[in-house]
């Protein structure tokens, strides 16, 4: 499954920054499906569509990480449910779904993209 995975790479995005959520399937898993509301357990790095500059990343520090996805920005909370165990998707966040508008969060006013590999549901 993701045990013999690597830490994604970003593909230079094309044109301005989409003013909705895009959701891209890179591999279709085959498990358990993340439903709204669900734990999961992820791999993940995100980086900004402008500069493509990474700003997270759970394989910089070597763990996957668990989390109810109520707690996270609402374009995890849009993009996750619907991917199964085993997948690997890209999700294009603009800043109304992610941080809000620039100011407040360091990443407030970006558009994020971020590259999920789903672990576990539950």
């Known amino acids: 499954m993701t045990n013999d995975r690597t830490k994604p790479e ?8 989409p003013a909705d959520l895009v959701i891209r399937d890179i591999i ?3 498990g358990a499906e993340a439903k709204p509301g669900d734990t999961v357990t992820v791999h ?11 700003f997270d990343s759970s394989w910089n520090r070597g ?5 109810p996805l109520r707690g996270l920005i609402q374009g995890w909370q849009d993009g996750i449910p619907g991917m199964k165990v085993g997948g690997r998707r890209e999700l294009v966040i603009p800043p109304h779904l992610a941080y809000g508008p620039a100011g407040g969060h360091f990443l407030g006013g970006k558009t994020l993209v971020f590259i999920i590999d789903l672990i576990k549901v539950g």
């Open 10 to 17: 970003f593909d230079a995005p094309v044109g301005p920054a």
């Open 28 to 30: 279709v898993g085959d």
């Open 44 to 54: 993940y790095a995100g980086v900004e569509y402008e500069s493509g500059e990474e």
């Open 63 to 67: 763990e996957s990480i668990q989390f």
